[in-house]
Every structure is written in structure tokens, then in C-alpha cells.
């Protein structure tokens, strides 16, 4: 039977590389691509390591790969180096590991889909199939968690640039004085290293709370360390 031009026994094969350090996982995922005619398993392993070192040999199309194998992120690991010694091979993340910071990890390696262990068996073989095929997608779990991390990543921009302005503002007298109380120097300890009035300090100091709109010293310094300008700045 022909579809599309072609017989099932003209399908040339998606080549398929599983990797994942439990024995029942491995060879339930191997009992359902066997039933695909579509898919041909070139290899099983245990290990990212061992995923890496066939994949040269095999040249699998696709890799199937889970995270924790011998180490916590050796996944990721297997991930990073196959996308930068072979990056024609698509690594497909199969996992339980659902935190942001693994989900942006794997990406950021280069894989191209990140399925979670408790998908449905035609999810997963979606995935192989549009891995294979160069196409990337998305799945909805996983778009919230990136728009998320973009508008956390905005709203943090944001808040960088807010305050450079207003460090750009203060003063030379000013910051010199932020400084020595992110040091930890009191008001009275400041008012003896710079020879002036308590009333100065004071002024100066209420100077700098009014431009940065925070409470306290400590908050300011607190929100500088936050965004990293405290190094640059106070350093």
C-alpha cells in the first residue's frame, strides 16, 4: 500500500538512540518504537557517556535522553557535547524533571524537545518523528515556564536600568557616602572619616533614600547587590 507516493517499505527509518539509566524505562521504550515501522532502535545505554560515545560510531537521527543517569545532569552534559561534535543528531530530553532551572539547562544545550516520562506513548513518538523531521515544538507546560522566565527576565532589566539611572545621579559625595555605609559604617563613624556635621551626613543620606524611593540604607544596598551593580559601583 502506497501513501503519498511511497510504501511503508520505502520509509527509510528514523534512527533512534535510547539513553536512560533504568533497565524497565529503556526497555519499555524499546517494546513500543519496535511496533513503529517508521523507527529502528540502533542502540540502548545506561549513561550519557555511553549516549555520546555511540552516537559517534551509530549516528543515530535522534537521541532519546534522560536527565539524571550517572550523574544528576549527565543528560544535559550528553546533550551539550553532541550538539557541538554533532549537531546534526536531535536530542529529545525524556524525563520526570519538571523544575525551571533543568528545563532551561537542557535547552541551552541544544536539545530540541523536553518530554516528561508521564506523556502519552503518541507524544513521545510525535516527538521523535518531528525531532527527526527538523521541526521544534513547544509543548504548553513548557511555553509557560520560558514566557515566564522572559517576563521575570524583562521585569529584571528593567529594574537594572531603572537604577543605573539613579546611580548615574547620585552625587560623587553621595556615593562615596553609599559606600561607606554598605561597608557597614554608621552615621557617626562616617561623620568622623569625612570631618563634617551629623546634620550633613544626614542630608546626604536622606538625599540618596529620596532618589533611590527606598525605606532604609539597607534596602538600597540590598537592591545593588540584587542586580549586581553593587561590584561595579562599590567595589
Known amino acids: 500500500m502506497k ?29 513500543v518504537l519496535a511496533h513503529e515501522p517508521d523507527m529502528n532502535i540502533v542502540a540502548t545505554v545506561e549513561s550519557g557517556t555511553d549516549a555520546v560515545s555511540l552516537a559517534k560510531s551509530l549516528q543515530p537521527n535522534v537521541v532519546l535522553m534522560d536527565i539524571e543517569m550517572e550523574t544528576p545532569r549527565a543528560g544535559v552534559d550528553a546533550i551539550r557535547t553532541l550538539n557541538q561534535e554533532l549537531p546534526d543528531i536531535r536530542c529529545v530530553v525524556l524525563t520526570h524533571f519538571c523544575d525551571d532551572n533543568t528545563v532551561f539547562a537542557a535547552f541551552e544545550a541544544g536539545a530540541v524537545d523536553y518530554v516528561f516520562k508521564n506523556a502519552s506513548v503518541s507524544e513521545i513518538l510525535e516527538s521523535i518523528r518531528a525531532a527527526a523531521q527538523g521541526r521544534s515544538y513547544l509543548r504548553p507546560q513548557i511555553a509557560r515556564m520560558i514566557t515566564s522566565e522572559f517576563r521575570a527576565m524583562r521585569s529584571e532589566r528593567e529594574a537594572l536600568v531603572n537604577t543605573l539611572n539613579i546611580v548615574y545621579r547620585l552625587t560623587p559625595t553621595e556615593l562615596s557616602i553609599l559606600r561607606l555605609l554598605a561597608e557597614g559604617k554608621t552615621k557617626a563613624e562616617i561623620t568622623k572619616l569625612r570631618h563634617v556635621e551629623a546634620s550633613t551626613i544626614r542630608t546626604h543620606v536622606n538625599n540618596i533614600l ?26
Open 3 to 31: 501513501a503519498g507516493g511511497l510504501s511503508v517499505t520505502d520509509v527509510v527509518p528514523i534512527r533512534v538512540l535510547i539513553a536512560d539509566d533504568m533497565m524497565p524505562i529503556r526497555d519499555y521504550l524499546s517494546m
Open 210 to 235: 529620596k532618589k533611590f524611593d527606598e525605606a532604609t540604607v539597607a534596602d538600597v544596598v540590598e537592591r545593588l547587590r540584587r542586580l549586581g551593580i553593587f561590584d561595579i559601583f562599590m567595589g
